[in-house]
């Protein structure tokens, strides 16, 4: 149990951040890929203030757990992309 209250190490917490980052990333819809990146931004900078190790621990693993349902959504999104690109995607000629 005391494992599970440790507060995970800065570094742990930046290849979460990243790890969420690269996820965005690979959603082919520009709307997915902001919103995914956005959240993830907003969730971190809600948790940066966590004194406690308890609570930190427990963000942390919330963070592991989105990261898994969005590595998920990701695939399924891969499924069925859209056929045309969005209008944020398209480039000026």
Known sequence: MAAAAAAPARSEVLSLFRSFLRTARQFSDYNICEYTRRRAADAFRENRALADAPAA????????????VAKRQEVVYSLYAPKSKSIMEMKLQ
């Open 57 to 68: 621990a427990a963000a942390f693993a919330e963070g592991k757990k989105q990261l898994e």
